[in-house]
């Protein structure tokens, strides 16, 4: 049987609780994890699931953000490994679709690092990116106030349309102008 993949389809719907960087490994291969609730009662029954973006569904965790409720289908994927340390078996839920049945609000304020930190990856910026505009204050961290977290929450808000906005002719326009 060797190192043979075998998989199975599963369904998942849940609320999203994180949504991970994708990583490229030195053979170009691409994996992103996303952590979905999948109970309905969480707080007493937590069930985190991890499931993985393989490849060319990477760029789907793009548009996902915590607190978004989402319906998951995919491959439950199982393989075996001989390792120095004897045989041990992996499985991995390969998601193919995610669907978003319900937006969750984004944050627009943040009054500190951790908070804007959050801020930035709900709009799609990594911590880097979220440094760097840190860095253009031209202010020490440490001397930072609430002010300055404030203002770089705004900046992040007002350089990201937001999800619900309706695009530019949205339903306005007539119809019968239309040259089909």
């Not at 944050?107 to 440094?131: C, F, I, Q, R, S």
């Amino acid at each position: 049987m060797g190192n043979k993949k075998y998989q199975c389809r599963f369904n998942v719907a849940g609320k999203i609780l994180e949504v991970g960087e994708t990583e490229t490994f030195p053979s170009g291969f691409q994996k992103r994890t996303v952590i979905i609730e999948a109970s309905p009662d969480a707080d007493r029954w937590p069930n985190p699931i991890a499931l993985t973006l393989k490849k060319d569904t990477c760029e789907q965790g793009d548009s996902l953000h915590p607190g978004d409720l989402v319906e998951v289908e995919g491959f439950l994927e199982g393989r075996r490994w001989e390792g120095p340390k004897g045989v041990r078996h992996f499985i991995d839920l390969n998601a193919k679709s995610i669907i978003v049945t319900e937006r969750a609000a984004l944050p627009a304020t943040a009054k500190t690092w951790k908070e804007l930190l959050a801020l930035g990856a709900a709009y799609g910026e990594n911590a880097d990116a979220v440094k760097e505009r840190a860095k253009a204050l031209g202010k020490p961290f440490k001397e930072m106030t609430e002010a300055d977290w404030m203002k770089l929450a705004a900046d992040i808000v007002a350089v990201h349309p937001s999800a619900d906005a309706e695009p530019e002719g949205g339903e306005d326009e007539d119809m019968d102008d239309m040259p089909f």
